[in-house]
């Protein structure tokens, strides 16, 4: 009786995994799901992340699809590999790549932010030439003459 008292007590106070229905569900689904995957899933990550480029402009988008595939893929994040993964995807733009380099990035991390900052320079300096075109040298001619032409008609 005193047993049965003891187990009552045990069972309503902390709850044992073997009553915890949920827990043993979610445990079994855990299970089945890592002994019956696909076993190409991984091989198929890999070769979508060696297949991903960088778009420009599109820094944070080209950043969270190499993420999520390198987590997919189970790929370590402070791996040189992982970086050089990182630096192939941007085979598109060697200028950004060349500039990346040049600030020696030190992890994934880093070399993530230098990425970032890179682009982001790009941007800023495309958007500087796009708004200040310059007149052409016959119209600033034409213009001159216009205006200061000494001997009227």
Do not use: C
Not at 72 to 98: C, D, Q, V, W
């Amino acid at each position: 009786m005193a047993g049965s008292r003891e187990y009552w007590k045990a069972s309503n106070n902390s709850t044992p995994i073997d009553n915890n229905i949920k827990y043993t569900y979610l445990n079994f689904l855990m299970r089945f799901e890592y002994q019956f995957t696909d076993s190409t899933k991984q091989e198929v990550t890999q070769a979508s992340l060696d297949w991903l480029t960088f778009h420009f402009p599109s820094i944070n988008q080209y950043i969270s699809d190499f993420e999520m595939l390198a987590w997919k893929a189970r790929y370590t994040i402070g791996s040189r590999e992982l970086m050089n993964m990182f630096l192939k995807g941007l085979h598109t733009f060697p200028y950004i790549i060349e500039r990346v380099i040049d600030k020696s990035p030190t992890d994934y991390y880093d070399l993530k932010e230098k990425t970032i900052m890179v682009v982001k320079n790009q941007q800023l300096l495309r958007a500087i030439k796009s708004s200040s075109t310059p007149v052409p040298f016959w119209q600033n001619f034409q213009s001159t003459q216009r205006y200061n032409n000494p001997h009227p008609p």
